[in-house]
């Protein structure tokens, strides 16, 4: 049975534990998203080579610092490990709290560093009896000279974290957060080229930030943006989209739902389609050779999408994904 040590505390990971569920089953808090290796919300760092599953797509300079991912980690063998944000916090001042939609807050935290939009960083939250907890949450917002920071933040009922900012974090407060990471954001080598994205939910958090990037860059290539929700209460954003697709020729918004759609109002957008994402990039981008596509929600609409894409020509390292779910409170 490996042990794994983590904050001076060596802990067993019993068959078939991974060894985010081994941390967590010993009391520790690991921020996570997806829980199935396409987040990298839960990476951390090992004294030694980790198993090679565990650094399934992660780049060459990750693998070389043996940094792994803890969910997609099933180790043979002890291992020393630590949690890269642990070392890597940082502070910053909530200047703005507004609700996109009835469950959605849209945080706005003022820090002192850079980031890509689209990446993601960990709110941590220490006034759990069990100790200090993380959430992983995607950036909606530019680095410009402000340095302001824009997290889309659903509320959950049994989520501690989300509950405390949607409750009790007040203007002017200061968070500790991790600084941001991630490699799903808008770069040069996109210029140029047309661009999918698809996103559930607050999984259009990263995808508004990359949006206004590219479009601040000048990006004249087709931009291709799908948001889905449940029914139209969920959507948000509706109108600063509709807007931004009429002031850019190449961008085009395309809101759809599972159900209720005659519900929408002229108000929220006349043009919101009932349909399933996934149906719906399947039937209108048949040919994606060359593409940059961005995924971004529920690991289900991502897998079945990232599928489809590389299918129709989409180049692996061209699909950019970030997976959210929640299955636990946090």
């Known amino acids: ?155 959950h009922d049994q989520g501690l974290v989300s509950r405390w900012l949607h409750d009790d974090v007040n203007v002017g407060d200061t968070l500790t957060l991790s600084k941001p990471m991630g490699n799903c954001f808008y770069s040069d080598d996109h210029h140029g080229k047309s661009i999918l994205m698809a996103a559930t939910g607050t999984g259009l958090a990263p995808l508004y930030g990359i949006l206004q990037e590219a479009l601040a860059k000048e990006h004249s290539a087709p931009i291709y943006l799908y948001a889905a929700a449940g029914d139209p209460t969920a959507l948000y954003y509706t109108n600063e989209l509709t807007t931004l697709a009429a002031q850019h020729n190449n961008f085009h918004y395309i809101p759809a739902v599972r159900r209720d759609v005659d519900n929408a109002t002229a108000e929220n957008n006349p043009s919101i389609l009932q349909q399933d994402v996934v149906d719906l990039v399947q039937q209108r981008h048949t040919d994606l050779k060359d593409w940059k596509v961005f995924l971004c929600g529920s690991p289900d609409m991502i897998k079945k999408t990232q599928r489809h894409c590389f299918f129709q020509g989409a180049a692996v390292a061209d699909i950019l994904v970030d997976a959210f779910v929640i299955d636990k409170p946090a």
């Open 1 to 155: 049975m490996p042990k794994i040590t983590y904050k001076n505390q060596a802990v067993s990971i019993e068959n078939p534990e991974s060894v985010l569920e081994g941390l967590e089953n010993a009391g520790f808090e690991i921020p996570f998203s997806c829980r199935s290796g396409l987040c990298h919300s839960c990476m951390m760092q090992a004294d030694q080579n980790p198993p090679r599953a565990s650094q399934e797509g992660l780049s060459e300079n990750q693998k070389t610092q043996n940094f792994f991912l803890a969910c997609s980690c099933f180790p043979s063998n002890d291992l020393d490990v630590s949690l890269i944000g642990d070392t890597n916090k940082i502070q910053g001042t909530v200047v703005d709290k507004k609700m996109l939609n009835t469950t959605v807050l849209g945080l706005l935290i003022q820090v002192d560093c850079r980031w890509f939009p689209g990446q993601y960083l960990n709110v941590w939250y220490g006034g759990s009896k069990k100790g200090e907890q993380g959430r992983s949450y995607s950036i909606a917002s530019r680095c410009d000279q402000e340095k302001i920071i824009e997290l889309h933040i659903k509320r």
